[in-house]
């Protein structure tokens, strides 16, 4: 079958399939039912991504019901680090007990005509409500990176958040929320980044500026910076998988690029600590490192040159549209 994308048994057999060949392209594996009557090719549905394939499973099952959680955040081009993808989340408005099958998770939470909205063909709860209701049955810091995005991609404004974790005051674990909705920032680049802050907060180390633009004392400009410990001298880098291209010559153009770039810094006074997605699998380590970092910049004459907190461009969603 040489069809992309989502598509239903009525649509099928105008095409020219019957029953027998649907049931037959079933059973040999070349097609895959993602509820009755509801299909996808295997070679289409095994070429997403997990939050791709999540969105064409809430396509499926959405049937008008509010899509909402984890579902609606991929919708909207959220992260969604570390929360399940297995269940499209739902919403219905009414007072029920959530409902869980195999594929979804039916939520009986009230909604006003305020929290929901169309978008992209689908009915979901808007970005506000939808970090909160992640906020409230996630962990901190799965809620922390859901939020870090959807404020730095400009889904939502902090008031916006704000007022919608006041609206969910009787709701179970707004507690929780109203707690990560405070951590949240729009000065968080990438989950990696979100994950390191929370890591270095969680002991106590100085609190770090985010996302600083460093200059040298002529006003040459020296590069944008993951975190900056200004009066330690002391700037922090996470590398994430991607940060420098995806071909191999793209990777070693940048990599070049990123070694001169840390060079001028350096010059300039600044102790450089750099850490990976594996440091962040041992939080202690990753503390420790920095500490030691902010022990000699202590020591350290300060840097040369100024830094500020220019505006950020607005970020990229991950692939999610299918």
């Known amino acids: 079958m040489d069809i992309d994308g989502l598509f239903f048994r009525a649509e099928a057999l105008t095409l020219g399939f019957t029953?027998?060949?649907?049931?037959?392209?079933?059973?040999?594996?070349?097609?895959?039912?993602?509820?009755?009557?509801?299909?996808?090719?295997?070679?289409?549905?095994?070429?997403?991504?997990?939050?791709?394939?999540?969105?064409l499973l809430a396509r499926a099952m959405s049937d008008g019901t509010v899509l909402s959680h984890v579902s609606a955040a991929i919708a909207w081009g959220m992260d969604v680090w570390g929360l399940p993808l297995a269940r499209v989340h739902l919403t219905t408005g009414r007072p029920i007990t959530t409902r869980t099958t195999r594929r979804r998770t039916v939520h009986g939470t009230r909604l006003a005509p305020a929290d929901f909205t169309t978008h992209?063909?689908?009915?979901?709860?808007?970005?506000?409500?939808?970090v909160v209701d992640i906020a409230r049955t996630a962990t901190h810091t799965q809620a922390v990176c859901t939020g870090d995005s959807a404020l730095r991609r400009g889904l939502v404004t902090a008031k916006a958040l704000s007022d919608a974790v006041a609206a969910a005051k009787y709701r179970t674990g707004t507690p929780g929320a109203v707690r990560a909705v405070e951590a949240m920032t729009n000065r968080s680049d990438s989950v990696g980044e979100s994950r390191s802050?929370?890591?270095?907060?969680?002991?106590n180390l100085p609190v770090p500026l985010l996302n600083q633009s460093v200059?040298?004392?002529?006003?040459?400009f020296l590069g944008r910076v993951d975190f900056l410990f200004a009066e330690l001298g002391v700037i922090g880098e996470f590398d994430g998988?991607?940060?420098?291209?995806?071909?191999g010559a793209a990777v070693r153009k940048n990599l070049v690029a990123e070694k001169y770039r840390e060079d001028r810094l350096r010059d300039a006074g600044w102790i450089v600590v750099r850490w990976g997605w594996a440091d962040l699998a041992d939080p202690s380590a990753l503390q420790d490192r920095v500490r030691r970092a902010l022990a000699r910049g202590a020591r350290a004459p300060q840097p040369d040159g100024f830094f500020r907190g220019d505006p950020l461009p607005q970020g990229t969603p991950h692939r999610s549209r299918i």
């Open 19 to 55: 029953d027998s060949s649907l049931r037959r392209a079933r059973l040999s594996g070349e097609l895959i039912a993602v509820r009755p009557g509801a299909y996808v090719t295997a070679r289409y549905f095994h070429s997403l991504d997990s939050p791709q394939q999540h969105l």
């Open 120 to 130: 992209d063909g689908l009915t979901l709860t808007t970005p506000a409500r939808t």
């Open 197 to 203: 802050r929370l890591i270095l907060q969680d002991q």
């Open 215 to 220: 200059f040298d004392a002529d006003g040459t």
């Open 241 to 247: 998988s991607g940060k420098y291209g995806e071909s």
